[in-house]
């Protein structure tokens, strides 16, 4: 089994390593890095569970190796909060609005809506189930999901500083 | 009614488990990650029966890092069979197929390695000689004389039959002025949560101890697993603080966890188990109810129900599971929320060679509950009564409670009349139903959905004893303990892990509701199962009530052990004392108190200061028998099956694609009534997926096996579970009947929306394709279904009028 190198960027921090060309990003970041936070519910690129930022922009880290990935400015669930032991203005509003209920597809779903808000803080209701279309959820029929989004929304355009929080 | 104000109990709070999860901090079984741990992956039957005449392991085992190879011959000698809920000696289940593969996906074979990748490739070169020999998909033909038979041993495909007889059915039929009857049709699915099962065991030679981390969801799975691998109960310890990624009735992996932890005991090293997601759904043994309802009723001219006839075949796939069990828990229902006089019930349970069943939320009522709103549908139709009107006037009324259903059940409280009326109220009834006159009229096909159904909660076992004389398990308890430190601050245990419901909360909000402490400052831990008192899970909807009770119960005691404190020092009567916030006084003199800071002083360091006889420190704990449980059935088969029953009424829009067959649901109410709320967001969040969960069974779920017995649904990609896209914005109008039964007023509520929606779905399509002259009585109602009998009808401007 060929192994690479490869760097790129977790969460702000930079991480090199080497490992099996045949190695997804979803598992290298889970058993590689621990970063255990993001989940893996299908592995065939259908169920959102395993949703990271990739540049900016989520992608399945199922149906990505991480050699794909060299050079890449990463974020998972566990880079959306500020600061350790705080939560980002999203994060909170999915506690507040009880978006989640066991909490599987929750990062995915968090990283779905964080792309989303990066883009605007004003979407509208189908905005929002478009953006989280691709994430599957079992337990809550989303309805809280879209309130905890639309929450979020309306928190950081209330806020003079839009964005805080993010990043 | 109105509602009791209570401290916290009922108000909007933020669920103490969310915060975790958002921080991507949750602690699932697959986040574990123990020292030398070693992966496993599984050997599977590609026939759906076959002989399985050897097994080369000889070029998987040369694969470097490769561990062990498993079969089943091997394993079936170590272990005891699992247990199945019927007397079916024959009918004999272990982890691997032994000596003969039962269906597609059947695990033959376990490979162990160091990783995971590893023991995929080597999977890959397990050699296994199989012999294919006939086998049988369909239920019906199952039960022909000359069917192949799935199990030989047993001698026939039939595993459980039984018909009820509950009532003067035979002269209501007789009697009756109209009778109809139809054929309904409840195809395989399941609840799918997005983290499939896994486990990790791990054994210590020193201490003779299996612990056990798992993503489960099953009652006595420390004591199932501890007499299969021949361990003593207190050999085994499960790790309940694993969080569970979404079960809703099927994580109970037993069978994954007896092959990981007999591995763990031989190879001496940690072994983990977690499907992938073909494993899942193949292999994983977590399909549900796959049933044929044949309904005969009998009614009045005015459409009054007076006798039904309901014969349910399930196709419980392989091996029994828990499927044969899931035709017993309706009886606790069989009438839905109507007046209906006498009942006969056959439930028939067929073995096939499909993936084994597994408890799927409701246990069986969300396909009785679809035959029998189908049913009320149809005598309306019949009698061309609206269809709301016929509800009416056959659902028992709130002056009629407690009311004693045909089969033995006693429903508790209720007001079905005002829940429906206020899901009507808050839909706009009148206004949906111009809606609908419009669309028709611009040529659309629009349906209106009505569905009354019961959530029966509170989870008992008693149909185990109705369908198994030989189990006389009458007792089904939950518990909790509670203790204060000598800080002040209060810890509680609860026994059981937690997938979604929130525990954490609703044990924090009932103590705090009783101690009147603040619920964020309580933690609630979940105990290992050495240190745990006895649970039976969160299972049959029963956490609120059962769990609820329970915390309530261990709370009362610690309040009744302060107050005795107190009385003893201020040299009173409790009955003269008034309780503040955890502190006491005189309620003539207040002036004259004693803090929680001082009687926790007092209980854990004053021994001089306490009553005599009182033991220092400060706990409880309180264990509970479900109530009205503990009867065994009569010769007759009534009994009481769940104490609580819980009512939702849905309302929903729908239009329905000529072309493609697709259904697009517009506007959903849902009035729901399930007695006091412990925690509105985490009630209603169960209902709203429960619904979703419920469209997905009524429109696009199903687990689909071909002429050849290969399932054709095994991932994501063709098992469709629906998205926000599909699911639409659902109101939910909640209505309050307390249970007299319980702590707080409170019933059941995890199986909500689950239990309606379906009925509900089908009743739209059905009002929409009326206009056709159609009708459909098979759920999923896919696309591809309803485009196929749309396409065999001509539209009606093509008909000639
Ligand atoms: S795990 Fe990647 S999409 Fe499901
Ligand atoms: S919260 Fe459980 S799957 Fe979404």
New interface residues.
């Given amino acids: 089994m060929s192994e690479h190198d490869v760097t790129l960027t977790v969460n702000g921090r930079r991480r090199r390593a080497r490992v099996p060309a045949r190695l997804t990003l979803v598992d290298f970041l889970r058993e590689h890095l621990r970063l255990t936070g993001t989940h893996a519910g299908c592995e065939h690129g259908v169920c959102g569970a395993c949703s990271v930022l990739l540049d900016g922009r989520p992608v399945r880290s199922c149906l990505i190796f991480a050699v794909q990935a060299q050079g890449a400015e990463i974020t998972t669930v566990e880079g959306l909060a500020p600061e350790p032991g705080a939560l980002s203005v999203l994060q909170d509003s999915f506690c507040e609005a009880h978006g989640l209920q066991c909490g599987f597809c929750t990062p995915g779903m968090l990283i779905a809506a964080e792309a989303l808000l990066r883009t605007t803080l004003s979407p509208s209701e189908a905005e929002i189930r478009d953006a989280i279309g691709g994430n599957l959820c079992r337990c809550t029929g989303y309805k809280q999901i879209v309130d905890a989004v639309r929450l979020a929304a309306e928190r950081l355009r209330g806020s003079n500083l839009a964005g805080a929080g993010h990043d | 009614m109105t509602e009791p104000a209570f401290r916290y109990i009922g108000r909007k709070r933020?669920?103490k488990?969310?915060?975790?999860?958002?921080?991507?901090?949750?602690r699932?079984v697959?986040?574990l990650?123990l020292p030398d741990m070693l992966h496993v992956a599984l050997v599977a039957s590609p026939y759906p029966a076959a002989r399985i005449r050897a097994i080369d392991t000889g070029a998987a085992l040369a694969l470097p890092g490769v561990r062990a190879v498993l079969t089943g011959e091997d394993l079936a000698q170590a272990t005891d069979a699992l247990l199945s809920g019927l007397d079916i000696p024959k009918v004999r289940r272990f982890p691997l197929a032994v000596g003969r593969a039962r269906y597609v996906g059947e695990w033959v074979a376990a490979v162990v390695a160091e990783t995971r990748?590893i023991a995929e490739d080597a999977a890959e070169l397990v050699d296994v000689d199989y012999e294919p020999l006939p086998f049988v998909i369909d239920p019906e033909a199952a039960l022909l004389p000359d069917a192949p038979l799935v199990h030989p041993e047993h001698g026939s495909n039939l595993l459980y039959r039984r018909t009820f007889t509950w009532g003067a059915v035979a002269q209501d039929f007789a009697a009756a002025e109209h009778s109809l009857s139809f054929r309904a049709r409840w195809h395989r699915s399941a609840?799918?949560?997005?983290?499939?099962f896994g486990v990790i065991a791990s054994w210590d030679a020193q201490a003779r101890l299996l612990d056990v981390w798992a993503s489960i969801q099953m009652p006595k799975y420390p004591d199932q697993l501890a007499r299969a691998l021949r361990l003593p109960g207190n050999a085994v310890r499960v790790h309940f603080d694993v969080?569970?990624?979404?079960?809703?009735g099927v994580k109970r992996g037993i069978k994954h966890s007896v092959l990981a932890g007999y591995l763990a005991c031989k190879l001496g090293a940690p072994v983990r188990l977690i499907e992938?997601?073909l494993e899942n759904m193949r292999g994983g043994d977590a399909h549900g109810p796959d049933r044929i309802f044949d309904v005969a009723v009998a009614f009045t001219g005015e459409g009054v129900v007076r006798s039904l006839r309901l014969r349910a075949l399930d196709d419980a796939g392989a091996y029994a599971g828990r499927a044969p069990l899931q035709l017993g828990k309706p009886v606790g229902a069989i009438v839905g929320p109507y007046r209906i006089a006498s009942v006969e019930y056959e439930a028939i349970s067929v073995t096939t060679n499909k993936t084994v069943q597994e408890a799927v939320r409701g246990f069986g009522q969300s396909p009785t509950n679809f035959a029998l709103e189908t049913m009320m549908d149809r005598v309306a139709c019949a009698l061309g009564i609206d269809r709301v009107e016929l509800r009416r006037r056959n659902l028992i009324a709130r002056d009629e409670f407690p009311y004693t259903i045909p089969s033995g059940s006693t429903y508790d409280s209720g007001d079905y009349h005002a829940v429906l009326a206020k899901a009507l109220d808050a839909v706009g009834y009148d206004a949906l139903v111009a809606r609908r006159a419009a669309a028709r009229a611009a040529g659309k096909l629009a349906g209106i959905g009505i569905a009354c159904c019961l959530e029966p909660s509170g989870g008992n076992s008693a149909f185990e004893p109705l369908f198994n004389p030989k189990n006389e398990t009458t007792t089904w308890m939950e518990s909790c303990s509670v203790k204060v430190d000598l800080s002040g601050t209060i810890t509680a245990a609860m026994a059981t892990s937690s997938?979604?419901?929130?525990h954490e909360t609703l044990v924090a909000t009932v103590i705090g509701e009783v101690l009147e402490r603040d619920p964020e400052t309580i933690r609630v831990v979940h105990s290992d199962s050495l240190a745990a008192l006895p649970s039976n899970s969160a299972v049959g909807s029963r956490m609120a009530i059962m769990l609820g009770g329970a915390a309530a119960g261990a709370a009362r005691a610690l309040k009744a052990t302060l107050l005795a404190i107190a009385a003893h020092n201020l040299g009173a009567d409790t009955a003269v004392l008034d309780w503040r916030e955890g502190g006491v006084r005189l309620s003539a003199d207040p002036s004259r108190a004693l803090s929680w800071e001082a009687l926790v002083e007092i209980a854990h360091r004053k021994f001089h200061l306490l009553p005599p006889g009182m033991a220092p420190g400060l706990q409880a704990m309180h264990v509970w028998e479900v109530p009205t449980g503990g009867g065994l059935p009569s010769a007759d088969g009534r009994i009481q099956m769940y104490p609580c029953y819980a009512f939702e009424a849905h309302v929903v829009y729908a239009e329905l694609d000529r072309d493609t067959g697709q259904v697009a649901l517009g506007t959903y109410v849902i009035g729901h009534d399930c007695g006091t709320m412990i925690n509105p967001?985490?009630v209603?969040?169960?209902?709203?997926?429960?619904?979703?969960?419920g469209i997905g069974a009524a429109l696009y779920e199903r687990f689909r096996y071909d002429a050849n017995g290969q399932l054709v649904s095994g991932?994501?990609?063709d098992y469709l579970?629906p998205?926000?896209?599909e699911?639409p914005?659902?109101t939910i109008v909640d209505h309050y009947t307390p249970s007299p039964l319980t702590a707080f007023g409170q019933k059941g509520s995890g199986e909500a929306?689950y239990l309606g929606a379906p009925a509900a779905l089908a009743s739209a399509v059905n009002d929409a394709l009326a206009t056709l002259g159609l009708g459909v009585a098979e759920l999923p109602m896919s696309a591809s279904a309803l485009g196929e009998l749309l396409a065999a009808t001509a539209r009606p401007e093509e008909k000639a009028p």
């Fill in positions: 933020r669920p488990e969310d915060r975790r999860f958002v921080a991507g901090a949750g699932f697959a986040d990650a990748a609840t799918v949560p997005i983290e499939t969080d569970v990624g979404g079960a809703y992938d997601r997938s979604g419901q929130g967001d985490i209603h969040g169960m209902t709203y997926g429960g619904a979703a969960h991932s994501f990609m579970i998205s926000a896209h699911v914005n659902i929306g």
